[in-house]
Every structure is written in C-alpha cells, then in structure tokens.
Nanobody, 125 residues
C-alpha cells in the first residue's frame, strides 16, 4: 500500500502561481511513476502531468505544457507540481496518484493504483 497526501491548494488570481506537493508513505516510493490529475466540477478526471521513477521522463497534458512543472524528490518521498500562469480553467480538485508501471507515464487514470484525497485549486478571473 502507498498512502498519498496532497497539500498546497488554494485560491489564486489568474496569472498567479501555486505549488502542490504530494507526500508518499508506505511502499518504496521509487518503484512508482507519479502523476497529477485534476477533476473540475461536472467533468471527467483528466491527466495533468506524470514523472518516471528517476525523474528522467516527464509528460504533460497539452493544456498545461509550458506552464506546469512536475518534479520529485525520492529522498523525501515527495512529488510536486509547480503551476504558473494559472487560468480560471485550471480550477479543479487536483489529485496525486501512483502507478506501478515504474518507467512509463500513463495518461489514463485506470492505470494508477493509489490516489490521494485531492486538494482544491481555484483560479479567479
């Protein structure tokens, strides 16, 4: 089992920045690809960003490419999402997730085995 706890959400004006963090505990953190997903009210959960166990490969949704950066610190068992130039359409609950695929970033939520409880991000216009 892997337990994931997100933090760092909040209310920010359009154009602002937020940094989300996800703390992992349980099984060996380095065995997992880590991903961030989001779900806006009334919409399906969607992939935002993912990173392989070494951090050597990252993948982003087109909607956030160039604005968001995913990173991980395996020594601290954390993964972060730096979000810049935020837009109102980024408003959603953001979830951290772990995938046992080790070295392939999947964009489909069903590939991920463990999920955090989510953190709300609200971007005002």
């Amino acid at each position: 089992q892997v337990q994931l706890v997100e933090s760092g959400g909040g209310l920010v004006q359009a154009g602002g920045s937020l940094r989300l963090s996800c703390a992992a505990s349980g099984r060996t953190f380095t065995n997992y690809v880590m991903g961030w997903f989001r779900q806006a009210s009334g919409k399906e959960r969607e992939f935002v960003a993912g990173i392989t166990w070494s951090g050597g490969t990252t993948h982003y949704a087109d909607s956030v490419k160039g604005r968001f950066t995913i990173s991980r610190d395996n020594a601290k068992n954390t993964v972060s999402l730096q979000m810049n130039s935020l837009k109102p359409e980024d408003t959603a609950v953001y979830y951290c997730a772990a995938d046992r695929s080790y070295n392939v970033v999947h964009i489909t939520s069903t590939n991920y085995d463990y999920w955090g409880q989510g953190t709300q991000v609200t971007v005002s216009s």
